[in-house]
């Protein structure tokens, strides 16, 4: 999905590049066009995501509802790594995260849950503000952990940290 985005974006703004040599105004005219057509598309698919999330803690002891986040980086995708808008709830049972534009999903049984640390970098993303790495164990046993940022980082970071405190005593 992402090299057919860009390639169609990439394919799109040379054809209004030739089109404004020779039709200035049509030009324009598209492109705002396109401008808006992006906006409402990413606020419907932000509206999809959310409501397939909620859809997921349904009926389930939610911890922390959905919440909109920044998704920085994944252990596990070594150092290429896709960023971008997302949705994470925590109930009971899962950790659910979806990411926006892309075909990222990813879901965490609590007892996975390793812990919950600030960091700076993780797999070559390092932004200006400090990061939530949630680590956990992925399907395949191997530890995992996943970057993000969050309206409040250290409120997630306390019950995550709780959670795996409490998971480990067992």
């Known amino acids: 999905m992402k090299t ?3 390639l169609s974006i990439n394919v799109l703004l040379l054809a209004l590049t030739f089109l404004y040599l020779t039709h200035t105004f049509f030009a ?3 492109g705002i066009t396109l401008i808006v057509w992006f906006f409402y598309f990413l606020w419907h698919r ?4 959310e409501m397939r999330v909620e859809e997921k803690i349904k009926g389930q002891n939610v911890i922390m509802p959905t919440e909109h986040i920044m998704f920085r980086a994944v252990e596990s995708s070594g150092y290429s790594q896709s960023s971008g808008m997302g949705y994470i709830a925590l109930t009971q049972d899962y950790l659910y995260f979806e990411l926006v ?3 990222l999903e990813i879901t965490v049984p609590t007892k996975n849950i390793t812990g919950a640390e600030f960091v700076r970098r993780l797999k070559g993303v390092s932004p200006v503000r400090k990061m939530l790495r949630i680590m956990y164990t992925n399907r395949h046993g ?3 952990s996943i970057a993000i940022n969050v309206k409040d980082m250290e409120q997630w970071k306390d019950v ?5 405190r ?3 005593k067992r």
Not at 160 to 164: A, F, L
């Open 4 to 6: 057919l985005l860009a």
């Open 28 to 30: 324009v005219l598209i």
């Open 46 to 49: 932000q509206n999809q995501v």
């Open 101 to 103: 534009l892309l075909d």
């Open 142 to 144: 191997d530890n995992d």
């Open 160 to 164: 995550i940290s709780n959670i795996s």
């Open 166 to 168: 409490t998971i480990s």
